[in-house]
């Protein structure tokens, strides 16, 4: 007689938006030749973060056709790495940002960053969440009623 185990759960296939680290050197343009890449291509950055060392720079894009993006830095050797982040529509931000940040302390998932969206998919502000657990934070915030955002919602 064979012992039957209980089913695990699958992975929560959740609504992650690809996020590309961009290592630049910390010169005047060198932002501006990125961008300027990606819109002859028809792609738009539409979130964005700079973060500067001495010399390099980290610019974090989320763009409308990340696999056109990825394509392009392969060709042109840019240097970069890509992370999965969560993003969060934000109906009210002055009362949501509170219940989002209190949401995923109760769930003990740490932010590493965050910043806000250049565009306002659906009409609304948002904002993309780079977490050290995406599938938590995903599960948390979507049982707490915030809409989580998809690369299709993001793109044009």
Do not use: W
């Not at 910390?26 to 291509?41: C, D, F, H, R």
């Not at 980290?58 to 993006?69: C, H, K, L, Q, W």
């Not at 769930?107 to 948002?126: S, T």
């Amino acid at each position: 007689m064979t012992a039957e185990f209980p089913q695990t759960t699958s992975k929560m296939e959740g609504p992650l938006v690809k996020q590309f680290s961009v290592f630049l050197p910390n010169k005047v343009g060198a932002m501006l030749e990125i961008v300027k890449m990606l819109s002859a291509q028809h792609t738009h950055v539409v979130a964005l973060s700079v973060s500067e060392s001495t010399d390099s720079a980290i610019a974090r894009i989320i763009a409308s056709d990340p696999e056109r993006v990825e394509k392009l830095f392969r060709e042109r050797n840019v240097p970069f790495g890509v992370s999965e982040v969560v993003v969060v529509e934000m109906r009210e931000v002055a009362t949501q940002l509170m219940k989002l940040l209190a949401s995923l302390v109760m769930a003990e998932v740490n932010v590493h960053f965050a910043y806000p969206l250049l565009i306002r998919p659906r009409g609304f502000a948002a904002i993309a969440l780079h977490v050290d657990d995406t599938e938590c934070a995903s599960s948390v915030l979507t049982g707490e009623g915030f809409k989580m955002l998809s690369q299709d919602d993001i793109s044009r």
